[in-house]
């Protein structure tokens, strides 16, 4: 009785163990993943910020649409 106890804590440990293991690999490549999109906002950021101070931005807000 003891012995199949001991059995089953030690299968839930094992099935645990995996688990949190799965679970770490998963938020790590999130992780890496948000640092990309991160970096990718950064550039963004950076390229509307120049087009804005080369006046492209102030032109294109102040025009009237086509169809009026």
Same mark, same amino acid.
């Given at each position: 009785m003891i012995e199949e106890r %001991? #059995?089953?804590i030690e299968t839930k &440990?094992?099935?645990q163990e995996? %688990? &949190?293991e799965e679970l770490n690999k998963v938020v790590y *490549?999130? *992780?890496q993943k948000l640092s990309q999109l991160? /970096? #990718?906002c950064k550039s963004l950021t950076r390229h509307i910020q120049s %087009? /804005?101070?080369a006046g492209g931005?102030?032109?294109a807000v102040t025009e009237m649409p086509p169809h009026y």
């Open positions: %001991l #059995v089953n &440990i094992s099935f995996d %688990l &949190i *490549q999130q *992780q991160e /970096a #990718v %087009l /804005a101070e931005e102030s032109k």
